[in-house]
Each structure stands twice: as C-alpha cells, then as structure tokens.
C-alpha cells in the first residue's frame, strides 16, 4: 500500500517535472536541454526573494515564475531561433546553456544542504494506514489540476488552440496565420513556467540542489520517450510506468539503482520502440 | 544617385592557382606555400613542449592532447558520418577504466594496457552503440549522452572497480617527455591517418552515407556496417585518450564518466572549426589552456566554455581553421558593382 | 517463356495509414524490354518502384527475380542482384566531386565480386563512365562539386550511379522530370543505347510524348491499381486510360 501511494505521487511529480519538457517539444519539435537548469533556477530565485529579500512566499513564487517564464523565451528569442531545424544544434545550443545556467548556481555555493523551500502546509496525514505528508497531497493536486488547465487551455483557448494546430501541422498552421516563431516563443514560456510550478511544488520536499536539476532533465527526457512523445497521454503512461518503477527500484534493489533503471528504460525504448509506448511519431527510423 | 554599391569579392590568391595539383612542385615557393600550412602545424605541436615556461604547462599540453583525440572523434563522427555522438565522456571513461583495472588488478604494465583498453574498449563501446544506429541523429544523441551518466551509476552502485573512490595508484609515464612526445606523436598520428582515411575511398563512402544514405543503400552498401566501423575508430580513439588520462594522473575514478569529456569536444570543434579534422586539435590547443587557467574558478570555467559553445553554435561561426585557410588561401578587395 | 521474365511482381499490396497507395498489381517484365510506367499523379508509381526496390516493405504480395524473392529483402541487397533504380529528385553526394560520386557504387560488394581487384583505380573507371553518360572528359567538369551541376548533369549522374553497378535491370523513377525538351532529347538516345546493349529498362514517367517514342510496352496506373498494359498505340486508344487522365467524359 505504502508502494502504491508512494508509486502514485512519484509519478504525478514525474508528469509535472515532465510537462514543460513535452508541451516545448509537442509544439516546436524542440528539446529543450535546459529544462532541468530552468527547474532549479525557480527553486534558488524563490529562495532568494524569500530569504534574502524577505518578500512573501507566494509573491516570491509569482516571481520566480514569471522570471523564468522570461528567460525560457529569452533563450529561444536570442539563442534557439537561430538553430531551428537542427536538431542535433539545438539539442547542443541548449545543453550548453543548461549546464552553463546550473554551473554557475554550483559557482556561486548552491551546493550544500542548506538551501531549502518551506512546504506550503507541514504535517502530514494518515491515508489508508500510509503516513503521507500534506506537501505530497498538495502535489497531486496541483498536478491534477495543471492537467485539467492544460488541457482546457490548449482546447478552449485561442492561443492554446494554435499551440495545438502548430504541433499538428506546422505549415498547414503557418498558412492559417499562425507564426510558429511567436508560438514557440509562447511554447516556451508556458514550458518553462510549468517547470517552474513542478519546481515550487516539489522543492520542498527536499534541498534544491544543482544535481537535482540533472536529474529533472533526465527524469524529463525518459517520461517522454518512454511514454511517446506528441501526445498527453503518452506524458501520462510514461510517468506512471517510471514513476512506479523507481519506487519499485528503490524498495527491492536499492535507491543508487534508480537513476540507472531510468537510463536503462531510456535506451531500452530507443532501441526496441523509439516512437515510445503511446507515440504518434512515426517517422523515428530512417526511411525514404 | 552617388551611391557607390561595392561588394567584397574574394579571389584565390595567384599563387594559389599556380599550384593547384600537380604544379605544386614547379617551383620552390610553389611547394612551400602548399606545405607551409601543415609544416607549421605539425612542428609548432611538436615544439610547443620545448618553449613552454614551466612543467604545469608542459602537463597543461598533455591534457589538451587528450582533449584534441576526443574533439578530432567527435568531428570525425559528426562532419564525416553525420553521427553527432555526444557521448565522449563514454569513451574516456570506458578506456581510462579497461586500462585502469587492467593495470591494478592484472598489474599489466602501461605499454599493454593501453593499445588494450583501444581496441577493447573501442569494441565495447561499438557494442553499445550499435543498437542506437539504425534510429534518428537526435535520439543517438540523446542516448550517447545517456551512456557515460548510465555507466558511472552502475559502477557506484555496484560499488566495483574502486567504486566511488576510484583506483588510484596506477602506473604513471616515467617522466614528462616521455609522456609528452608520446601522447603528441600519437594525435599527430590519428588526426592525419584520419585525414587521409576520408579521402580513401572507404571514407569517401563514409561522407556519401552523410550526404543521403538512401542513396548509398541503393549503391549495394550495407551503411550499417560502414556506421559500425566508423565508430568504431571513434571509439578507439576516444578510449585511447581515456586510458593515456588514467596513466598521466595514475588514477581512475567516476569523474572519467564526467559531462565535461561530452561538451569540451564539441565546444573545442566549434572553435576551431567542423569538418577539418585539425581545427578541433587547435580548438582544444586553444580551450584546454584557457580552462586551467580558470581551474581556479571551479566550476566557472565549464560555464566558460558552455556559454562560448552555446554562443558559437547558434552564431554559427565558421571556426579558426577556415576563417585562416580563407586568408591564405584568397585574398579580398572592394569592387564596384 | 519464363526465360524471359526477369521481374515477376503478384499481388503487391501496400497501405500508408487510411490510404492504399499500390492495390493488387501485378504483371511481368521481360528481359530486355523498355516498360513504361504511367498514371496521373498519386497514382502509386513511386511506391510501387519502391516497394520491388526494397525501400518500403509490402503489406502483401510478392516480387520475384528470376528465382530470387526481393520482397523482403534490404534495398542494399536488392541492388546487389543488379535491380537498381533513380531517384526522382537526384540525390547526389553534395560534397563530392561527381568522380567521387561513382567511387561509392564502385566501392559495393556487387562490384567487388564480380571486379575485384581487376577494377584498377576507382576513380579512373569512374571517369570512363562519366564519359559514356556524356560528362567531358576533361580536367574539371567531373571534379566539379555535385551541388554544382545543372538538372541535366545530376539526371545523367544519377543514371551513372546506377550503371556503376553493372546491373541488368534499371528502373528509372521519372527520368525526364524537370528536363527541357531538348535535354530530354539528348538522353533518349542513351537510354537506348542501354536498352540496346541488353539492359532492361522499367520507366515511371509522366512525360508521356517522350515515353511513347522508346517504350516497347506501357502500364498504366490509377489510385493504385493496374488499369492498363499494352503497346503504347493500343493504350493511346484505351477508353480507361483517358478516363484516368481526363476525368470522367
């Protein structure tokens, strides 16, 4: 039971560390390497704004998010644009400004244990025998909830409504007047302040650490290869099935073995079913 | 109407049609002008040890020697294949650990371990790159990327091999010129065998397989083979480096596995300039240098190089190599249209 | 009879999502023939090249080489046999010269069985059927860079390519496409030529005028289907095949 819980609000936060990484790749087919560093970067400035500055916490949260929301189209604006359509170049681009962005918080002295976020509500409660703190419930509620207004957002809204089409058809969009430039630019913006959101919710369970921010990144790029990427459902499948088997890994075989199911499971699905389990992407072998 | 429209037209240089081919030998300048360029290269490599001021700089070209093998690789792979692998750190640490426990626990001696930890540790990493072939360039490189992170959690986790403190006390280089006019001659060697594998006709099949491999497999050209190959010299050639590490500092430990193996050669290629094969060897002559000097900084200077990377990327800058290849080659001057 | 054929293809079915691209087609090819290929666009053509090419696999069907079963097998393999074909849109190595470009086939197992080490230097036998496809011989034409050639040269490239291999069947995927009347008029006679030293020749084309004048027998395709095959006099009159073309009358 304790597994089942536990397996359930790891995924969840999976999904949510996940769904900036895949809403910028489902919209602008790009991957955006830099993810983890946005994640963490959300983390230390919400620290600093609430421990330096001594702003309030939720302002300091607005804050960070809207920062970051900036600097992830910053960095398409100024960098990625210039390197669209090539793949390796943008994967590249990014990762340097990832590791540059994470590198220098590491610089700075963002190492040690002392840099944490407080949890929105503390204590925890007893759920079907299982202690579970509050923290860990608010998680999934956040995450539901992100789902849900993801999902009207990009149904319901003008904006999202192109964010969709974009990821359908780019030039069938192009020709309906919609500018993918703009797009990602707004792709990325959105991307970046769901990491962000993961980031204030799952921060404080723990230290914020410039690991950590490798880790999101890696966690990121299985839950959507493995689940597929191009589709929801496959950000779903693919953070329940690494969700559960992490915390399986980390019950029965050991906690240092987690990080290396993770890239196990990776490789594995490139090369048995790249498209991943519930991909829409077809054209992942090379052919004519 | 006064405007003056001119453009800058860019023409070879007389001499440089003089000695197109064969007329290179015609004259005593022709020659010189055609072997200055890789005459001085090669002497300034060889020579640089002798000029430097200090033995910490003497080891500071060592190590950009192991770097220029992991960027002369990595463009090897990436501008003559078109597989761009970002798993140098792959190699490194798979050739620094064969040579490493080969030399602990087998007390193998340095001549052995190393042409060993090449060709074995160039097979295995084949081995695991193989599957990753047949599928699209960005998931290669994703899953290149993957592996070192991928190997350094299984080796702490099974606490093997030194496990988290690594296995120090290896064999060392008997003292600094053997090690530098080793490790020198041998890029030397790589980077020109290379240059001449790309214009033998298996290379040349390697660059069409870049150009559009549907077109080779339409040529009775089994690309999958050719691929496996050409990583495979990749590979050797990234453990090569790898072992030559774990020999200078006698000491092999998780940090081989470390992301900076990964991006110093891309960064190192971009600067020096893609698909030359020498400007990635001037690239890390040029990087390596300046990030000791950062070492002082920590963790700064892989920001150092990060941002120039990420920076050269997206500018797109032709690199040094070409931009002096320009020069010598062309000249240009302002002509009105 | 069966001498004769050197491709057999039965039944070949394929579909790419919703659409059935090639419906039940099946017909023979016999050795030393021109065969037409015609239909109006999306009509299946170029699939149908690529699925006896082993470049996409058939959902059903097969294809026979004198004794040998190609579907099935890689497009490398196939060539290997000595079934090669073009690509509509010429696709050369761009960073080559155009000599460097025909070391590739040069440099197959198909040549290396056959050759060996009798072939001599590659890029000489390379230059010799550089010539034969009507490149000057002389010192830069063939040492251009392949991205510098006209539409023309990279359709007589693409069709060296081919002949590098020493095949005996060669299927040309629009051949004439983007030429100009006169250039296409210079390569009908090679086509010819090759015809006429044995070769088998299977021609996709949209330039019906051109392919009427060398083909032997024509087939006709539409919305995947084989409508029509027959002497290219009696497929001028055919009531289906203007009806594919011209709609509805």
């Not at chain 3, 010819?192 to 032997?216: C, D, K, P, S, Y």
Request: hydrophobic share 55%.
């Amino acid at each position: 039971m304790n597994i089942f819980i536990f397996g359930f609000v790891n995924s969840v936060i999976l999904a949510l560390t996940a769904s900036g990484f895949a809403l910028v790749y489902g919209v602008s087919r790009l991957a955006n390497f830099a993810h983890g560093a946005l994640y963490i970067l959300v983390g230390f400035a919400t620290w600093l704004f609430l421990n330096r500055l001594g702003i309030n916490y939720i302002v300091s949260i607005l804050l960070s998010i809207i920062i970051v929301s900036v600097i992830g189209a910053g960095i398409y604006r100024l960098f990625l644009i210039r390197v669209k359509g090539m793949p390796a170049s943008e994967i590249i681009a990014s990762l340097a400004l990832g590791i540059a962005i994470m590198e220098l918080f590491r610089w700075r002295g963002f190492i040690s244990e002392a840099y944490m976020l407080p949890p929105f509500v503390k204590g925890s409660v007893s759920i079907a025998g299982v202690m579970i703190d509050w923290q860990r419930l608010i998680i999934i509620g956040v995450g539901l909830a992100m789902m849900c207004s993801l999902w009207l957002f990009t149904h319901y809204t003008k904006v999202g409504l192109s964010l969709r089409a974009i990821a359908q058809d780019k030039h069938a969009s192009m020709m309906s007047g919609i500018e993918p430039d703009r797009t990602a630019v707004i792709s990325l913006a959105i991307g970046s302040a769901l990491a962000g959101v993961a980031a204030v919710v799952i921060l404080p369970l723990g230290n914020i650490t410039v690991e950590t921010g490798y880790m999101v990144l890696t966690n990121a790029i299985a839950v959507c290869i493995i689940g597929g990427l191009g589709s929801w459902a496959g950000v779903f499948a693919g953070a329940f099935l690494l969700g559960f088997a992490e915390i399986l890994t980390a019950a029965f075989i050991g906690p240092q073995w987690q990080m290396v199911v993770v890239l196990l499971f990776i490789i594995l699905t490139l090369i048995l079913k790249p498209s991943g389990l519930l991909g829409k992407q077809k054209e992942l072998e090379e052919r004519v | 109407m006064d405007q003056k429209i001119g453009r800058n037209e860019r023409l070879d240089r007389g001499i440089k049609v003089r000695t197109e081919g064969i007329y290179a030998i015609s004259s005593w300048k022709g020659m010189a002008y055609a072997l200055l360029p890789t005459f001085s290269f090669v002497l300034g490599m060889l020579i640089l040890p002798l000029i430097v001021p200090s033995m910490t700089w003497q080891r500071i070209m060592t190590i950009s020697c192991i770097f220029a093998l992991l960027a002369l690789s990595f463009d090897f792979l990436a501008h003559f294949v078109g597989i761009v692998c970002l798993g140098g750190a792959f190699f490194t640490g798979v050739g620094g650990y064969i040579s490493g426990v080969l030399n602990s626990a087998f007390g193998l001696p340095m001549v052995i371990t190393i042409p060993i930890a090449t060709i074995a540790g160039g097979a295995i990493c084949t081995l695991f790159l193989i599957p990753c072939l047949p599928i699209r360039g960005i998931y290669f490189a994703i899953v290149s990327l993957m592996y070192p992170i991928l190997f350094h959690r299984v080796i702490q986790a099974l606490n093997i091999f030194g496990g988290t403190d690594g296995l120090p006390g290896l064999a060392t280089f008997p003292n600094i010129w053997v090690e530098l006019y080793f490790i020198i001659p041998m890029t030397l060697l790589f980077t020109f065998g290379l240059r001449r594998l790309v214009n033998e006709d298996f290379g040349i099949v390697l660059r069409a397989i870049k150009d559009n491999d549907q077109a080779v497999r339409a040529s009775n050209i089994n690309i999958a083979w050719y691929k496996t190959k050409a990583v495979f010299i990749a590979s050797a050639i990234g453990c090569f480096a790898g072992a030559c590490l774990a020999h200078l500092y006698g000491w092999v430990g998780l940090s081989l596995f470390a992301l900076d193996f990964s991006i110093f050669p891309i960064a190192a290629t971009v600067v020096g300039g893609a698909g030359t094969l020498v400007g990635p060897i001037i690239g890390a002559f040029i990087l390596a240098p300046l990030s000791e000097m950062l070492r002082a900084f920590g963790p700064l200077r892989v920001v150092f190089y990060s941002l120039i990377l990420a920076g050269l990327v997206v500018y797109k800058t032709e690199g040094l190599v070409p931009f002096l290849q320009r020069k010598y080659h062309q000249f240009e001057h302002w002509t009105e249209v | 009879m069966n001498e004769n054929i050197v491709l057999q293809v039965k039944g070949v079915n394929k579909s790419f999502g919703g659409v059935k691209a090639v419906d039940n087609v099946s017909f023979n090819v016999f050795k030393g023939e021109i065969l037409g290929i015609i239909g109006p666009n999306g009509s299946g053509k170029t699939t149908l090249v690529n699925l006896i090419t082993g470049f996409v696999k058939a959902d059903s069907g097969a294809v026979f080489s004198e004794g040998t079963k190609l579907t099935g097998l890689t497009p490398d393999k196939i060539a290997g046999l000595g079934i090669v074909r073009t690509f509509q849109i010429p696709r050369p190595y761009h960073s080559l010269s155009a000599v460097k470009n025909l070391v590739v086939p040069l440099y197959s197992s198909r040549i290396m069985r056959t050759i060996g080490g009798k072939l001599g230097d590659r890029d000489t036998v390379a230059l010799d059927i550089l010539e034969e496809i009507g490149f000057e011989r002389d010192a830069h034409v063939p040492y251009k860079l392949a991205s510098a050639f006209s539409e023309g040269y990279l359709k007589r490239l693409e069709l060296a390519r081919c002949l590098a291999l020493r095949p005996h069947i060669i299927i040309m995927d629009e051949l004439f496409s983007g030429l100009s009347v006169s250039e296409i008029a210079a390569m009908i006679p090679l086509v010819e030529r090759l015809q006429m030293n044995g070769m088998t020749i299977m021609m996709v084309e949209h330039r019906v005028r051109e392919l009427f004048q060398i083909a032997h027998r024509v087939m006709v395709m539409n919305f995947g289907e084989k409508i029509g095959e027959d002497i290219p006099e009696k497929i001028l009159e055919s009531e289906i095949v203007k009806q594919a073309y011209l709609g509805v009358t």
